[in-house]
């Protein structure tokens, strides 16, 4: 009986031990677990959806277990919002925009999106502020008594402007306020209706480009100490030069000031997703750069550059390494 005992006792061992080595074997076969990513972009005619498209791309294809998809929205301060909300993990926006919403200012006065944070900035949006020859204007310090186009009311572009006018000594009580888009701004100024007009877009822009099509453009520059003066107070802010021939008879290099698309999300986001996300992009540009000529500018040594809100620790890894 004892023998017949301790035999039932070791079969039932083993049959343990079988099931927990088949329990061991099921949790190896185990599929990673998903992890889902919506990419917050802007209208599908802008810069931001292509490039978030192809961002998707690369996370569905580099991150194990993610599944990503981009989505059109109404872009930085639509984002900020979707972001704030929960509604998406990233998104793309000016890092003005960021700065705003991190302080709560300009638009997001008494909205403080306190748990924002920086993933990457990508690539220059040029604050160009544009005129004709005719208009005899060649600074900033000209606008006096002016018709200028400052972008739409509430807009980061009319930031933009009041920020840099405000370098110049020029108020919006010294000049004719115009609160104008893009494309209002562009007819304006080719029917005679502003005398100047900020637009805040990658350059070339083909609003512009349509202007000179017909009238000799000239771009108001930002000279170097009163765009050092703007960084000092607005961090977001970096110096570009917009090269000669950008535009139909421009023949010199125009200074200039910058804001930079950048990507964003909260503190919802582990470190590990983070620093995940940063590699895979680095190390597939060349697919951003088949989604949108923009991405030529994208380069991990200018990830960091205009970043005007708390980096994600995980970015931060990314970035400190060699």
């Known amino acids: 009986m004892k023998k017949i005992l301790a035999f039932l006792l070791g079969m039932m061992v083993m049959a343990t031990m079988i099931a927990g080595c088949g329990g061991d074997k099921k949790d190896e076969k185990k599929p990673a677990a998903q992890k889902f990513i ?35 929205t109404g872009a930085s301060v639509a984002n900020v919002n979707l972001l704030k909300q929960g509604k ?47 208009s005899g204007i060649k600074s900033v310090a000209d606008f006096k008594g002016k018709r200028i186009a400052v972008g739409a009311a509430g807009s980061g572009t009319e930031a933009n402007a009041r920020q840099i006018m405000e370098a110049y000594g020029i108020k919006y009580s010294d000049i004719k306020v115009q609160y104008l888009s893009f494309g209002e701004a562009a007819s ?6 502003v005398d100047a007009a900020f637009v805040t877009a990658g350059h070339p822009t083909a609003a512009i480009q349509d202007i000179s099509t017909q009238h000799e453009v ?10 050092d003066e703007l960084i000092k107070k607005y961090p977001f802010y970096t110096k570009l030069v917009i090269k000669n021939g950008t535009y139909a008879k421009q023949t010199a290099d125009v200074p200039a000031v910058a804001v930079k698309c950048m990507l964003a999300v909260t503190d919802k986001m582990d470190a590990d997703t983070a620093y995940s996300v940063a590699k895979a992009l680095y190390g597939n ?10 991405a030529g500018a994208i380069s991990k040594a200018t990830g960091k550059d205009g970043m005007s809100i708390k980096l994600n620790p995980g970015a931060e890894k990314f970035f400190n390494e060699k």
């Open 38 to 72: 919506n990419i917050a972009t802007g209208g599908t005619s802008g810069t931001y959806f292509p490039l978030g498209g192809a961002l998707a791309d690369i996370l569905n294809k580099n991150i194990k277990g993610a599944n990503a998809s981009a989505q059109s």
């Open 218 to 227: 000239v771009l108001v520059p930002v000279d170097a100490a009163k765009a």
């Open 285 to 294: 540009l060349d697919r951003m750069k088949a989604a949108h000529s923009a």
């Open 88 to 134: 998406v993990e990233i998104a793309f926006i000016q890092n003005d925009i960021a700065y705003y919403a991190a302080n709560g200012t300009e638009m997001f006065k008494d909205k403080k999106v306190a748990n924002l944070q920086g993933l990457a900035t990508l690539y220059p949006e040029t604050v160009q502020i544009v005129t004709l020859k005719k």
């Open 188 to 193: 304006a100024l080719k029917d005679g209706n």
